[in-house]
C-alpha cells in the first residue's frame, strides 16, 4: 500500500512569507509527528497527533509555528512569517498502535527561506 | 519522556562488527527500545526493537542489558551502506509517543 507523503518535496520562499506543508498519513494511522531536521543535525520533535486527542504542541519552537490535522488523516504544519533559520527538511511520520509503535516516515518537504 | 544518550559519532571499517551503545537509565517497565537509522538524503527507516530478551534480525541485534538501562545495536558485518544515523528511542507499548533524539552518526571505512 501507500507510503506516508508530503509535498511539497521542495520549497523556497521569501523571508516573512507564510508556508503550508502538506502531510498524508498511512491509511488507519492514528498517531502522526511533525519533525525538524536541520543540516547535519538530528531530529527534532515538534508535534504529535494522536486520533481525536490534542495534540503535543512542546516541541513547536515559536508561535509561527502551528499544525492541525482534521481526524486521522491528512495534516498541515504551517509556518508563519517564515525566518532563514527556518530553512530544514521537515520530516512527517506516522504510526498505528497494532505495529508496535514503529512509525514510517515521508520524504520530507526541504524548506530553504532566502 | 524517558530519555535516552548516545554518543554522538562512531567509526567502523568495512565488514568489521559494530557495537553502537544506548544508555536509558529512566526506563519504564513497559518502554519497548526501538532502534531506526537514516541513511543520506533519507527519512529514518526502522531497525529493530525489543522488551527485555535480545532480538535478531535480519539487519541487525539487539542486545539488552539485564537491568534494561542499556541497550547495544549490533552490526555484524559493516557495510558501507550502512553509514547513517542510528537513533535509540524508547516508545511504550500502549502508545505512541516516541521522540528522536541526536543519534549516532556511523561513519564506515573501506
Known amino acids: 500500500g501507500a507510503g506516508v507523503s508530503q509535498s511539497p518535496s521542495n520549497k523556497v520562499t521569501e523571508k516573512g512569507k507564510d508556508v503550508e506543508l502538506r502531510c498524508d498519513p498511512i491509511s488507519g494511522h492514528t498517531a502522526l509527528y511533525w519533525y525538524r531536521q536541520r543540516l547535519g543535525q538530528g531530529l527534532e520533535f515538534l508535534i504529535y497527533?494522536?486520533?481525536?486527542?490534542?495534540?503535543?504542541k512542546s516541541g513547536l519552537p515559536s508561535d509561527r509555528f502551528s499544525a492541525e490535522r482534521t481526524g486521522e488523516s491528512v495534516s498541515t504544519l504551517t509556518i508563519q512569517r517564515t525566518q532563514q533559520e527556518d530553512s530544514a527538511v521537515y520530516l512527517c511520520?506516522?504510526?498505528?498502535?497494532?505495529?508496535?509503535?514503529?512509525?514510517?516516515f515521508g520524504p520530507g518537504t526541504r524548506l530553504t527561506v532566502l | 519522556d524517558a530519555k535516552t544518550t548516545q554518543p554522538n559519532s562512531m567509526e567502523s571499517n568495512e565488514e568489521e562488527p559494530v557495537h553502537l551503545p544506548c544508555n536509558h537509565s529512566t526506563i519504564s517497565g513497559t518502554d519497548y527500545i526501538h532502534w531506526y537509522r537514516q541513511l543520506p538524503s533519507q527519512g529514518p527507516e526502522y531497525v529493530i526493537h525489543?522488551?527485555?530478551s535480545n532480538v535478531n534480525n535480519r539487519m541487525a541485534s539487539l542486545a539488552i542489558a539485564e537491568d534494561r538501562k542499556s541497550s547495544t545495536l549490533i552490526l555484524h558485518r559493516a557495510t558501507l551502506r550502512d553509514a547513517a544515523v542510528y537513533y535509540c528511542?524508547?516508545?511504550?507499548?500502549?502508545?505512541?509517543?516516541?521522540?528522536f533524539g541526536a543519534g549516532t552518526r556511523l561513519t564506515v571505512k573501506p
Open positions: 525489543g522488551l527485555t
Open positions: 528511542i524508547l516508545g511504550a507499548g500502549n502508545n505512541n509517543d516516541m521522540r
Open positions: 497527533f494522536q486520533g481525536n486527542s490534542a495534540p503535543d
Open positions: 511520520a506516522s504510526s498505528s498502535r497494532g505495529s508496535y509503535n514503529e512509525q514510517f
